[in-house]
Nanobody, 126 residues
Framework: QVQLVESGGGSVQAGGSLNLSCVTS????????KAWFRQAPGKEREGIAT????????YYADSVKGRFTISQDTAKNTLYLQMSTLKPEDTATYYC???????????????????WGQGTQVTVSS
């Protein structure tokens, strides 16, 4: 069974940076797409960034475009999310996800992803 394990969450002041990582437990697992989602209390899960299997076609939600960068190191089976210029509204639990099927990269929907991590908390104070 494939597991996705996030790390790197924490507390930071507005304007600061954090880097999240997501390690895949099985090296032979090669999903078609990987993504980062986030969910704030009382809100729906939001897809914020996605990347193709070869590290191509990165796509970002408007809410994070220009501030967040998704990348991956296939040799380390690790997905990354570099977050900068953080805002209090970025406070949420962040999840990595993987899809073995097709997705709409411009419309990152949770229902298109069939593997999920347990989440890591990011808190941004003003």
């Amino acid at each position: 069974q494939v597991q996705l394990v996030e790390s790197g969450g924490g507390s930071v002041q507005a304007g600061g940076s954090l880097n999240l990582s997501c390690v895949t437990s099985r090296a032979t697992f090669k999903p078609a797409w990987k993504a980062w989602f986030r969910q704030a209390p009382g809100k729906e899960r939001e897809g914020i960034a996605t990347i193709g299997a070869r590290g191509d076609n990165p796509y970002y939600a408007d809410s994070v475009k220009g501030r967040f960068t998704i990348s991956q190191d296939t040799a380390k089976n690790t997905l990354y999310l570099q977050m900068s210029t953080l805002k209090p509204e970025d406070t949420a639990t962040y999840y990595c996800a993987a899809s073995t099927g097709a997705i709409q990269a411009w419309n990152i929907r949770a229902r298109d992803f069939n593997y999920w991590g347990q989440g890591t908390q990011v808190t941004v104070s003003s």
